[in-house]
């Protein structure tokens, strides 16, 4: 996916209806990029991912991946923050953590994934996010992307 691609799925999610039912969509090739899940609040998608570390998992090679991540998340956040403003730092750990009521969609999804997550306010009583995260050593660095309904938290 190129900067524009990823751009062009936030916007398409962001106009995109929230569905009645759950929905997930695999990707279309063996990586994790372009997996989506959607419910009647949220949409969370994948645009881009890593390597796996499974077979190696050498510094080298996972700071080369962490850095074409982080390369890639510094371009969105500066795209999104040109159109909303700076962007609200939510740590989705201590927010969600505790004795909190059972954590909404997609946030618990992300919680899983990614410890903060970056959101901008669009308007429309929707939210966008962006986090960076790995569900396990061996797997891959993902680049996040979520929508919700306002309120976020």
């Known amino acids: 996916m190129t900067m524009e691609d990823r751009l062009a799925t936030i916007d398409g999610l962001l106009a995109r209806p929230f569905p009645i039912e759950e929905e997930r969509a695999a ?3 063996e990586t994790w990029e372009g997996y989506r899940s959607s419910g009647q609040r949220s949409h969370l998608c994948f645009l881009m991912a890593s390597q796996d570390f499974w077979d190696d998992r050498s510094e080298d090679v996972v700071q080369a991946a962490e850095e074409e991540i982080a390369a890639a998340l510094e371009a969105l956040v500066t795209a999104l923050t040109s159109r909303w403003g700076r962007p ?5 750990w201590r927010d969600l953590g505790g004795d909190s009521p059972p954590v909404p969609e997609p ?3 992300l919680s899983q994934f990614s410890g903060r997550m970056s959101v901008w306010h669009p308007g429309a009583g929707r939210w ?3 986090a960076v995260g790995q569900a396990d050593p061996e797997f891959p660095i993902l680049l996040l992307a979520a929508i919700g309904e306002t309120p976020l938290l």
């Open 88 to 92: 609200e730092v939510v740590d989705l």
């Open 107 to 109: 946030m618990n999804e």
């Open 128 to 130: 966008v996010a962006l």
């Open 27 to 29: 990707p279309a090739s």
